[in-house]
């Protein structure tokens, strides 16, 4: 499976913003998606994933009650609403997929910038 992570941009602290991972191949529903973020200087980070028939979801701490992720199995597309964003959410973001333990599968990211 092949990924496109796109959405990021540059909002204020406070807004909202959604990304989208788009995917090629037959066999998405088969992959959890997982999406990461990587800040400067940092270690890449897990932010949540979702199970191939979308019905189960893990998020970080930092994401939870504010960031859903979600999937379109018939779009072969993921999506992460984040909402109520901060500094803290400043990173390159990318998908991720794994059909078993591993995400073996990356996208290329996409910078998301919060500014105060």
């Known amino acids: 499976v092949q990924l496109q992570a796109s959405g990021g941009g540059l909002v204020q602290a406070g807004d909202s913003l959604r990304l989208s991972c788009a995917a090629s191949?037959?066999?998405?529903?088969?992959?959890?998606i997982g999406w990461f973020r990587q800040a400067p200087g940092k270690e890449r980070e897990f932010v949540a994933s979702?199970?191939?028939?979308?019905?189960?979801?893990y998020y970080a701490d930092s994401a939870k009650g504010r960031f859903a992720i979600s999937r379109d199995n018939h779009e072969n597309a993921v999506y992460l609403q984040m909402n109520n964003m901060n500094n803290e959410d400043t990173a390159v973001y990318y998908c991720?997929?794994?059909?078993?333990?591993?995400?073996?599968?990356w996208g290329q990211g996409t910078q998301v910038t919060v500014s105060s």
């Open positions: 991720g997929a794994k059909a078993a333990l591993i995400y073996e599968h």
């Open positions: 191949g037959r066999t998405f529903n088969m992959y959890t």
């Open positions: 979702i199970n191939g028939g979308g019905y189960s979801t």
